[in-house]
Every structure is written in C-alpha cells, then in structure tokens.
C-alpha cells in the first residue's frame, strides 16, 4: 500500500515538474521585460535631460556673457556721468565768479560809454567851447575816436554777454546730460539685475538637472546589474 503511494506521489511530482518549470520561466520572463521596458524609458529620460541641461548650459553662457557686456556698459556710464558731474561742480564755482566779474565789467563799460557820448554831445553841441583855432577838425578828429573807442567797449561789453550765456547755456546742457544718464543708468541697472537674477535661477536649474541625471544613472547602474543576474538564470 505504502509502495503504491509513493509510485503516485513521484508519478505527480514528475506531471506538476513542467509546469511549475514553466511558471517559473514566464515570471522570470517578464521580470527581464519589466526590467527592459524600466531600463528604456529611463535612457530616454536621461536622453531629455541631458538635452535639457545642454540647453540651460547654453542660457548660462549666454547670460553670463550678458552680464560682462553689462557690467562693461555700466562702468562707462558711470565714468561719462562722474565726468560729467566734474564739470558741473566746476562750472557752479565759475558761473557765479563769472556773473560777478561780468556784472562789474559790464557797469564799468556802461560809465565808460556814458562818458563818451557826453563828450561827443559835449563836442556836438559847444564845439569852441574845448578848442580855439581850427577847433572844427580837431573836433571832428576827437568825435571818430571816441565813436572808435565807443565801439571798442560796446564789443566788450557784447563778448562778456556772450561768454556769460555760453557758461549758461553748457551748464544746461550738462545738466540735462547728467539726467539723461541718471536714467540710462538706472534702466541699465534694472537689466542688469534682471541679467544677474535670470543666471542665478539657471545656476539652480543647471545643479537640479544633474542631481537628477546622477539619481538616473544609479537607478539605471542598479537595474542593469539586475537584468544581468536574472539573465544568467
């Protein structure tokens, strides 16, 4: 009886053998598929984001070469507006100086035309009152040199107007200039620290990539080493 029972049991060992063999075989099968289909896609998320880190690295550059030019242009504004702003300081110390002198030389060529003109009416209207004998062309001679000098202080007089209102009109000028570049630099400025900005948050992006990758490349290494040991199953 006992005999019998084993010849059954060994009888259904032998039929069960195969298929749990086969079993076996299909679950390792799909292990290996899973693993393959694993290892795919994650080439193909590697592949995307080392393009993506190209590209970044690519903006990188491109904003850091952007900050040089930048940096370069701010630094030449400044120096054109510290230039500038010399002059200023300068002319602010002369005009007033100038202003002054001009005012006392302009009072100084008023009397002088004043006097002329009362001598040539003088002359105009009492000619033998100043010369005896002949006094008509000695007259007439007295009267062309005080209307010579006449001209000669009334061009001094036009010059100190004109160097006034050419101080005048550069101080103006540089103000207006100094402004001009108080706004240039100060949109400059604005750009650049948008320039500085945009490079830090592509520094991050650049340093988040790569942790991905490198997390990506573990996981890859791990399921590699994986797929090798269940082929040699």
Do not use: W
């Not at 298929?19 to 899973?34: G, W, Y």
């Not at 830090?200 to 290494?221: G, P, S």
């Amino acid at each position: 009886m006992s005999c019998n029972i084993k010849i059954l049991a060994l009888i259904g060992a032998v039929i069960t053998a195969p298929v749990f063999a086969a079993e076996s075989s299909n679950a390792l099968s799909n292990n290996i598929k899973d693993l393959t289909g694993q290892i795919n896609q994650i080439n193909q998320d590697l592949a995307a984001k080392q393009q993506k880190q190209q590209q970044i690295a690519a903006a990188l550059k491109d904003s850091q070469s952007a900050i040089t030019t930048s940096q370069a242009l701010l630094a030449k504004l400044r120096n054109q507006r510290n230039g500038d702003l010399q002059q200023l300081q300068q002319l602010s110390a002369a005009i007033p100086q100038m202003e002054s002198a001009t005012e006392q030389a302009k009072a100084l060529v008023t009397q002088s035309i004043n006097q002329i003109y009362g001598q040539i009416n003088k002359i105009n209207s009492h000619p033998d009152s100043l010369f005896a004998a002949n006094s008509s062309l000695d007259d007439e001679r007295k009267k062309i040199y005080l209307t010579e000098l006449l001209k000669v202080e009334q061009g001094k007089y036009q010059q100190l107007n004109q160097k006034l209102l050419q101080l005048q009109n550069l101080n103006s000028k540089l103000q207006n200039e100094v402004t001009r570049l108080d706004k240039q630099l100060g949109e400059k400025s604005q750009q650049h620290q948008q320039l500085v900005q945009t490079t830090q948050e592509k520094t991050q992006q650049v340093i988040a990539v790569k942790q991905q990758i490198d997390q990506e490349k573990k996981q890859l290494n791990h399921l590699r080493q994986r797929q090798a040991q269940l082929n040699k199953l």
